[in-house]
């Protein structure tokens, strides 16, 4: 039955119906959904894996044994999982093997924009980029037969507007291959003459990709008005074909690496003019120049950010829809955290004390944004340990006494406990917090290592932090209440001054994980009020001052107590704390 799906949701019924038996990812947006989506089918083992390289191990792993299998993970997940990657790429597979990765044109909810398509060259693994939901779901059995043909991983390409946009699909029925059996084959093992061999026969493959790419139905030609040829793919071909209607000569790219050669050539033969179509970086465009083609790309459209109708409209010189506009300015709604965040009384105390402070990526990087100011910058999962380290390596003492690394509970298990090693090994006097809030909540609230449930909410082995901290060389590990200011600041300001590498791990739940029970909202003495607004310095959204009085919300509050423990005047709970 035809039913509307989401981008992400087709994946995991394509996947479903492949017969794919095992999924182990790691959530990052706009890719989570697919396995969230997958393991609502009982059939397929889903996991959480601490980070995308253990993610694409296990699924290959998997196959190796016989399995259809598949990972998913955003575009900077990639980058994790590339060291496996380029090598399994040599391997090959003994049952499919599909890697879902998913851009984020437009920087949504990313630290960059990269381009995943780079990976499918430089990896030499081929590429499939869905434009819609039932190509998702389609797309996702290709590439199972795909893999298991070309004996090759194969990425399949999402990306935001894809993964969380919905279209129409037609589900199918699941088919589950028989398992392959496993076979000892010693010239697996990626050392000097077997590898030199793997690479030869990569070529080879890559070669017989390109002779596929020519006549697969993946890619296909559209022919209309001859003046204008457009070659686009993704949701860049939704917008041709809104954009230049459906007299439009367009070739849609479905496999896009490698790309074909003469079927591009033969098409180009056919139109007056070429515009290549495509969002980041000129990949197509780039291809269609090495094969001697005249074409038009980003000298018309922008490599940085998400395109759209409108956009497109524009750079080809065509008329643009009015708008409603307003004539005074709106002012910015920057993203805050939730009231009654546990993080916030952290970077409130940080901010305070005048630290140095290395984020990382997590939800708790809005205490980058004011009031808070609280970070000082982010690199990426697990920078904030390492980068601390180096930080108080060039500045000595005088870095030691001021600086912290703060990392939540999940980014800490994906990839902090190599740079606390680091810390407690080489033995720089270095700081680091854990925010530890019992869930993975920047990407949705999925379960980790530390919560002790499983994907599907089960029972699951638990990671200890302190016995961790403390085993991986920390002998300075103390656990404090973020909601109790004085606590924090006693215990930062005691670490610092230590003369020893140290871990706070501040505990408190998320406030956002359903089944949490709130305390009453604070209420409010408005008569005591003096208008000095301490209280709007942690940037609570369940606070506000309307003429000069604090106001609390009490659809927002939870009750944390935060805000009362910076009034000395008594107005909030009517007691001073």
């Excluded at 997958?38 to 059939?43: D, H, L, N, Q, T």
């Excluded at 298990?413 to 869930?439: E, F, K, P, R």
């Excluded at 200011?485 to 791990?505: C, F, G, N, Q, Y």
Aim: with cysteine; glycine share 8%.
């Amino acid at each position: 039955m035809r039913q509307l799906m989401l981008g992400n949701a087709a994946v995991a019924r394509g996947m479903y119906e492949a017969g794919c038996a095992i999924i182990s990812s790691y959530p990052g947006t706009p890719s989570t959904e697919i396995t969230e989506e997958a393991a609502k089918y009982s059939e397929i083992y889903c996991e959480w894996a601490p980070n995308e390289k253990v993610a694409l191990e296990v699924a290959h792993g998997a196959t190796l044994a016989g399995r259809r299998a598949g990972c998913a993970m955003k575009h900077v997940g990639l980058n994790v999982a590339a060291d496996p990657l380029f090598t399994i790429s040599y391997q090959g597979v003994n049952a499919g093997l599909v890697i879902c990765v998913a851009d984020d044109p437009g920087m949504h909810s990313s630290q960059n924009e990269q381009d995943s398509r780079h990976y499918a060259a430089a990896a030499k693994v081929p590429m499939l980029e869905p434009a819609d939901s039932e190509e998702a779901r389609v797309f996702a059995k290709r590439a199972f037969e795909l893999s298991e043909r070309f004996n090759t991983p194969v990425f399949l390409k999402m990306c935001t507007r894809v993964a969380h946009a919905q279209s129409v699909v037609e589900p199918g029925e699941r088919t589950v291959p028989a398992q392959a059996p496993y076979v000892k084959d010693p010239t697996k093992v990626m050392m000097t003459v077997n590898s030199r061999n793997a690479h030869a026969r990569v070529e080879r493959r890559t070669l017989e990709l390109i002779e596929y790419a020519e006549t697969c139905d993946l890619n296909r030609v559209e022919m209309g008005d001859t003046k204008l040829g457009i070659i686009t793919s993704s949701t860049s071909y939704q917008y041709a074909r809104e954009v230049f209607g459906p007299g439009a000569s367009i070739l849609k790219l479905g496999l896009v690496w490698p790309l074909p050669e003469k079927l591009i050539l033969d098409f180009a033969a056919k139109v007056d003019r070429l515009i290549v179509l495509e969002e980041l970086d000129p990949v197509i465009e780039g291809h269609c120049k090495k094969l001697g083609l005249q074409v038009s790309g980003k000298d018309l459209f922008p490599i940085c950010g998400e395109f759209s109708q409108n956009l497109v409209r524009e750079c080809v010189g065509l008329d643009t829809p009015r708008f409603l506009t307003i004539p005074d300015p709106i002012p910015p709604r920057p993203p805050v955290m939730c009231a009654g965040c546990p993080h916030r009384g952290i970077f409130y105390i940080l901010n305070k004390l005048h630290c140095m402070v290395y984020g990382d990526i997590g939800c708790y990087t809005l205490g980058a944004l004011a009031p808070l100011n609280a970070m000082d910058l982010n690199v990426c999962m697990g920078a904030s340990c390492s980068g601390l380290h180096g930080f108080n390596l060039a500045m000595g003492r005088a870095g030691e006494s001021r600086s912290v690394g703060v990392i939540g509970d999940s980014t800490f298990i994906h990839s902090g406990m190599t740079g606390i090693c680091d810390i407690a090994y080489n033995q720089t006097n270095s700081t680091v917090i854990i925010l530890d809030n019992s869930i993975t909540g920047m990407t949705g609230h999925q379960q980790n290592p530390t919560t002790g449930k499983n994907l599907r909410g089960e029972p699951a082995g638990k990671v200890d932090l302190e016995a961790l901290c403390r085993a991986l060389g920390f002998e300075r590990v103390t656990v404090v209440d973020p909601y109790d200011l004085a606590a924090v600041e006693r215990v930062v300001r005691e670490e610092l001054a230590a003369d020893a590498p140290s871990i706070i791990i501040s505990r408190r739940p998320c406030v956002m994980i359903k089944g949490t029970v709130h305390k009453p909202p604070i209420t409010a003495d408005t008569d005591r009020c003096v208008g000095c607004e301490m209280c709007m310095q942690i940037g609570c959204p369940a606070i506000s001052v309307e003429n000069g009085t604090v106001r609390i919300d009490p659809t927002l509050c939870v009750g944390c107590g935060v805000c009362a423990q910076m009034c000395d005047m008594g107005v909030l709970d009517g007691g001073a704390k």
